[in-house]
């Protein structure tokens, strides 16, 4: 069977209203590249893309969603489809971005370790239109916003939300994300190899030729952030119809 074409998520991380990245998930080391984050999801529909992934980073590490209403704008006034996370962790906020803001697809990434019952009756409900934030550091999954570790294996997790039902996760090698030093294929790797969950990869991209060797490991798609800002990947050009 032919694979799909891997999906290309340009990556808009939100932080005081601001478009911004982190260093390695750190709090203490972030760059500002915009404030105006409706002007850069609108130059990402400009330059191609069908989809964005959209951070609410401060809702990440409080569990209090901030930006909910800026996320919708970027839906509403765009039309791009949206995958968004970050401190969804009730039922009363899943429904208020899948349903009243018609958002696409959003992200549990604490919420799927601490609270077990809700991710279920997320992906229960929601099964198609629920990701799973698998966000590693060597290999142990991380929690409120990246800072705590959670003592559970990646690929030992990603098992057990499969077998809840989830059908996509996304898989964020922390100590390569916004390092662009090139993203952790083995990691990708093995989850792929598990055969039960499309793969979304995040963390490490610098160049096309990342892109590329993503691409080979038979992942779903893969997130682009500061290789877009920085310009070593034009996202014209990396897209499947360019």
């Known amino acids: 069977m032919q694979q799909e074409p891997m999906i290309l998520y340009p990556a808009i991380d939100l932080l005081q209203g601001q478009c911004v990245r982190l260093h390695q998930g750190r709090y203490d080391q972030v760059t500002v590249y915009s404030d105006d984050p409706l002007a850069v999801a609108r130059r990402f529909q400009a330059d191609g893309a069908a989809w964005l992934h959209v951070v609410d980073l401060e809702a990440a590490r409080s569990g209090q969603m901030v930006h909910t209403e800026l996320i919708a704008q970027i839906r509403r006034e765009t039309g791009l489809k949206i995958q968004t996370g970050g401190g969804v962790r009730t039922m009363a906020s899943l429904v208020l971005l899948l349903e009243t803001h018609q958002i696409e697809r959003v992200v549990l990434g604490t919420a799927a370790v601490k609270d077990r019952r809700f991710s ?91 892109l590329e060797a993503v691409r080979q490991t038979g992942a779903a798609g893969v997130i682009v952030g500061k290789a877009l800002y920085e310009g070593k990947v034009v996202l014209p050009s990396c897209l499947p119809n360019a």
């Open 120 to 210: 279920q009756e997320a992906l229960a409900r929601y099964p198609d239109r629920i990701a799973i934030g698998l966000d590693a550091r060597d290999g142990m999954v991380c929690i409120d916003g990246w800072t705590r570790e959670s003592g559970l294996d990646v690929v030992a997790f990603a098992r057990t939300m499969a077998d809840l039902g989830a059908q996509t996760v996304i898989y964020t090698d922390i100590r390569r994300d916004g390092t662009m030093r090139g993203p952790a294929l083995a990691g990708i790797r093995q989850l792929v190899a598990l055969g039960r969950v499309a793969v979304i990869a995040s963390g490490g991209i610098g160049s096309q030729a990342d």
